[in-house]
């Protein structure tokens, strides 16, 4: 009793070990063919998700520096657009000028050609008064007979008045005949100004319809270049959108990656504080083996269990077992037994996630680590090692079992245990013995119960060792 006393103390300090590495180990304590809970995130795991985040922040931080190259060319093209806008805009405002001006001349030319009509006007009136005059001496001279050379002389009373008359008479055809001249010349002087004025006019208004024309084009011209420059204007909102929402998920991933940083700190913590923790139970272990060594010359080193079974004491040094790993680099875990009396897949309605390992005599028998690793779990407080076709209750239905990591990636597990001979923190070689083989938890037989995980997920062993 003294004995056993003092191993389920030390038991118990396994099982709070084991329950703090839970954070790190793929195993959650459930039934061994029931399902598992998500198990929590390995070192490995976190290190290849740090080393995926930091790919994609270089991988945005490019797309960034990418999309400033192109804002820059965006920024650039809407430079050139703006100076291209202020020379087109210079032009109209030549165009204006010059429309101005030619509008100023049009005005201009229009008083001149109105005024000429008016000049016109005026001198034909008095043409018309100067004809009507002419009309009238015409008529007076008709009226009198004095329309002929021969009734000048006859009605003259001597010659020097025949010679007055006639003189008189030529004078006045000859004023007449220049008046009517300067008259005639003047109105044809005044419509040929007024037919170039109107030329001119017309000249005029052409040239301002050419360059009304031309200031459409021009107008026409910057509202392309504002569409243009509107465009570069959207295309770098929408650079800078697109790089504010890059930034965005630049700094969510490198929160995530803080985050990886603080759980691996965190792990690697919790990894030294087992260590240490480990280490201390090894050597109160060491210490309680030598009083049991003690104990058990008095007593043949026997302790019954409530079943009739036994519960082997640890060796005080591990043993090994030359073992022939396969080419997966695991080696079979019951060296001297063969037999699978249950494969792994479906059971009973569940997954059997491992194989029962399960020859006649195997009570007793030596499980070794499979591969080399470090011991993650150990429970190893159940003494109900006999045949049962039900569940005791202890370690979840896998009895006294062991869970070994190997770096961080696989894991394995060795289930119904009559004992566990190793500690959470120990470091194990390939071959080296882990328990004795025996029927604890639910187990209708005795038998190694087998597993090989993959990042927390269970494979099937035999796609990686035989027997």
């Given at each position: 009793m003294y004995?056993?006393?003092?191993?389920?103390?030390?038991?118990?300090?396994?099982?709070?070990?084991?329950?703090?590495?839970?954070?790190?180990?793929?195993?959650?304590?459930?039934?061994?063919d029931g399902n598992y809970a998500?198990?929590?995130?390995?070192?490995?795991?976190?290190?290849?998700?740090?080393?995926?985040?930091?790919?994609?922040?270089?991988?945005?931080?490019?797309?960034i520096s990418d999309l400033e190259g192109d804002k820059d060319k965006e920024k650039q093209q809407q430079a050139y657009l703006e100076e291209q806008t202020s020379i087109i805009q210079d032009n109209i405002n030549l165009l204006n000028a010059e429309l101005e001006a030619?509008?100023?001349?049009?005005?201009?030319?229009?008083?001149?050609?109105?005024?000429?009509?008016?000049?016109?006007?005026?001198?034909?009136?008095?043409?018309?008064?100067?004809i009507e005059r002419f009309k009238e001496r015409l008529c007076a001279m008709y009226m009198t007979g004095s329309d002929t050379s021969a009734s000048i002389v006859l009605g003259s009373s001597s010659f020097y008045d025949m010679m007055s008359r006639v003189q008189m008479i030529n004078s006045m055809a000859e004023y007449d005949d220049k008046l009517i001249n300067e008259i005639l010349t003047e109105i044809d002087n005044l419509e040929t100004s007024?037919?170039?004025?109107?030329?001119?006019?017309?000249?005029?208004?052409?040239?301002?319809?050419?360059?009304?024309?031309?200031?459409?084009?021009?107008?026409?011209?910057?509202?392309?270049?504002?569409?243009?420059?509107?465009?570069?204007?959207?295309?770098?909102?929408?650079?800078?959108?697109?790089?504010s929402e890059l930034e965005r998920s630049k700094e969510e991933i490198q929160e995530e990656q803080d985050a990886l940083d603080d759980e691996l700190a965190a792990i690697e913590a919790e990894i030294q504080r087992q260590a240490a923790?480990?280490?201390?139970?090894?050597?109160?272990?060491?210490?309680?083996?030598?009083?049991?060594?003690?104990?058990?010359?008095?007593?043949?080193?026997?302790?019954?269990?409530?079943?009739?079974?036994?519960?082997?004491a640890a060796p005080a040094q591990?043993?090994?077992?030359?073992?022939?790993?396969?080419?997966?680099?695991?080696?079979?875990?019951?060296?001297?037994?063969?037999?699978?009396?249950?494969?792994?897949?479906?059971?009973?309605?569940?997954?059997?996630?491992?194989?029962d390992i399960g020859d006649g005599?195997?009570?007793?028998?030596?499980?070794?680590?499979?591969?080399?690793?470090?011991?993650?779990?150990?429970?190893?407080?159940c003494t109900h090692n006999y045949a049962k076709n039900y569940s005791c209750g202890c370690g979840g239905g896998y009895g006294n079992y062991v869970v070994i990591s190997h770096d961080g990636t696989y894991s394995t597990l060795y289930g119904h245990l009559t004992a566990a001979w190793v500690s959470v923190g120990d470091t194990?070689?390939?071959?080296?013995?882990?328990?004795?083989?025996?029927?604890?938890?639910?187990?209708?037989?005795?038998?190694?119960?087998?597993?090989?995980?993959?990042?927390?997920?269970?494979?099937?062993?035999?796609?990686?060792?035989?027997?």
């Open positions: 004995y056993l006393k003092h191993i389920k103390k030390v038991l118990s300090f396994l099982t709070c070990s084991a329950i703090s590495l839970g954070i790190i180990a793929a195993y959650p304590g459930s039934a061994e998500e198990a929590a995130k390995t070192i490995a795991e976190i290190q290849e998700q740090r080393k995926v985040n930091a790919e994609k922040i270089a991988s945005l931080e490019n797309k030619l509008s100023a001349d049009i005005k201009t030319t229009e008083t001149n050609i109105a005024n000429l009509d008016a000049d016109i006007i005026t001198q034909q009136t008095a043409i018309d008064e100067n007024k037919s170039n004025l109107e030329t001119e006019k017309l000249s005029l208004t052409m040239k301002l319809e050419e360059q009304e024309k031309r200031k459409e084009e021009k107008t026409a011209e910057i509202e392309q270049l504002n569409e243009k420059m509107q465009e570069t204007q959207y295309e770098i909102d929408r650079i800078a959108l697109e790089q923790e480990a280490q201390r139970l090894w050597e109160e272990r060491q210490a309680l083996l030598q009083q049991q060594q003690l104990q058990q010359q008095q007593n043949n080193n026997n302790t019954p269990n409530v079943g009739g079974g036994s519960v082997p591990p043993t090994y077992v030359a073992v022939t790993p396969a080419e997966s680099g695991f080696a079979w875990p019951a060296p001297g037994f063969s037999y699978i009396s249950s494969p792994f897949g479906a059971r009973w309605g569940r997954n059997h996630n491992g194989i005599g195997i009570m007793g028998g030596t499980a070794v680590a499979s591969q080399a690793g470090t011991v993650i779990t150990v429970v190893n407080n194990v070689e390939q071959g080296q013995a882990i328990g004795a083989i025996g029927c604890t938890g639910h187990s209708t037989g005795a038998h190694l119960h087998f597993e090989i995980r993959v990042n927390g997920g269970a494979q099937n062993p035999l796609n990686y060792v035989g027997p």
